[in-house]
């Protein structure tokens, strides 16, 4: 290993950074690699993805949950959209060191085994992204006559956050529910 | 097929399994996984792969193998189940 700390700026991570990962230095984070607690972890990324999509809708849902003319609603509404957001960055990175930073390291870092299922996840990425832009487009040509679409001044932020999160970790959290218990 | 996608199957070639003796050969030259990953620049995940039968390794793998456990390609990987107590 070179002396300096190589950047792959590409895939934002560092040589260090990665061998750290894949060698297991850090064992208090042990427990997060277990299938089980792998696909836990996944399940809450997508919960979080979810919450922070439904912040573009929610003060349209007829639930009464916010008012956003009223001050303390907003104020809640944003401090609550703020927190949800901040989980699911961080189920995010628990993401990541649970599956070994495999999916977002460069090839000479990895073995040919970490290639292949690094190669898989993101293939397999691919294809539910298709599916999510698929289903964002139908919603967005049929959302306005169907009267599901954000209010006036709600300019969909959430929902794009949302979908980057969605695209940054779906490797990920393919990766991290196929792998198996070793 | 979104369920298909999602299905645990990992190994490279699922309708014609490799067999191996990786890890009798291993224990008996009382060398750890982690060792054995070591001599041949994989991660110890790896060998637990493909231990289990779950990773057919490519050719250069399957030779570093052989080498660092001082047995013939042959002797370690068949396409049949070997028989119980043969080396």
């Known amino acids: ?182 | 097929m979104l369920c298909s996608m999602y299905a645990t199957n990992m190994s490279r070639n699922s309708e014609e399994p490799v067999f191996n003796q990786i890890e009798q050969v291993r224990s008996s030259l009382g060398l750890s996984r982690q060792e054995l990953a070591d001599l041949v620049g994989v991660h110890y995940q790896t060998i637990g792969y493909l231990e289990r039968g779950e990773y057919s390794p490519s050719l250069v793998l399957a030779l570093r193998i052989s080498n660092a456990l001082n047995k013939e390609v042959s002797e370690l990987f068949s396409l049949t189940e070997p028989k119980e107590g043969k080396n």
């Not at chain 1, 061998?19 to 850090?26: F, G, H, I, Y």
């Not at chain 1, 927190?83 to 460069?106: E, F, K, Q």
């Open chain 1, 1 to 182: 290993m070179s002396k300096k700390n190589k950047i792959y700026w590409s895939l934002g991570v560092t040589e260090k950074g990665t061998r750290a990962l894949l060698t297991d230095e850090n064992s208090k984070f042990k427990w997060l690699r277990s299938q089980r607690n792998r696909r836990l972890i996944v399940i809450l990324e997508m919960f979080g993805i979810l919450a922070v999509a439904l912040g573009s809708y929610l003060p349209i849902l007829e639930i009464g949950i916010f008012n956003l003319d009223n001050g303390t609603d907003l104020i809640i509404f944003s401090v609550s959209a703020i927190w949800v957001i901040l989980l699911t960055l961080g189920c995010y990175s628990l993401l990541r060191i649970a599956v070994r930073g495999i999916a977002d390291a460069p090839d000479e870092l990895l073995d040919e085994r970490q290639i292949q299922v690094r190669d898989t996840s993101f293939r397999y990425a691919y294809l539910s992204m298709g599916y999510l832009v698929i289903a964002l487009l139908l919603l967005m040509f049929f959302g306005p006559e169907l009267q599901l679409f954000q209010p006036e001044g709600n300019d969909g932020s959430y929902l794009m956050i949302a979908t980057l999160f969605a695209f940054a970790s779906a490797p990920s959290m393919i990766l991290a529910w196929r792998e198996k218990d070793i």
